[in-house]
Nanobody, 123 residues
Framework: QVQLVESGGGLVQAGGSLRLSCAASGRTFSDYAMAWFRQAPGKEREFVAA????????KYAESVKGRFTISRDNAKNTAFLQMNSLKPEDTAVYYC????????????????WGQGTQVTVSS
């Protein structure tokens, strides 16, 4: 199995940028499709972005399309989420997730999860 650790969260003003990282250890990273989800207080966990095993295919939630970019570096066992033009409604705990078989925009498609990193966007 794979262990996932997120980093890069923090407090930023609206319009600012953050880059989240998800470091993987354990099994071969390129075996895993990766995704980012987020969960705001009192809300369900929602899909943000996903990337295929080799990085050739990406998917985004409509709410972040054009502002966020998901990428991965299989040589460094790390996935990234570049977040630009941040809005207060982007405030949430961001989780990375991975799976060798699943892929897509629903949480149950992913077997492995990190502990989350807080992103807070002030207005």
């Amino acid at each position: 199995q794979v262990q996932l650790v997120e980093s890069g969260g923090g407090l930023v003003q609206a319009g600012g940028s953050l880059r989240l990282s998800c470091a993987a250890s354990g099994r071969t990273f390129s075996d895993y499709a990766m995704a980012w989800f987020r969960q705001a207080p009192g809300k369900e966990r929602e899909f943000v972005a996903a990337i295929s095993r080799r990085g050739g295919v990406t998917k985004y939630a409509e709410s972040v399309k054009g502002r966020f970019t998901i990428s991965r570096d299989n040589a460094k066992n790390t996935a990234f989420l570049q977040m630009n033009s941040l809005k207060p409604e982007d405030t949430a705990v961001y989780y990375c997730a991975g799976d060798t078989a699943g892929w897509g925009n629903i949480p149950k498609a992913y077997s492995y999860w990190g502990q989350g990193t807080q992103v807070t966007v002030s207005s």
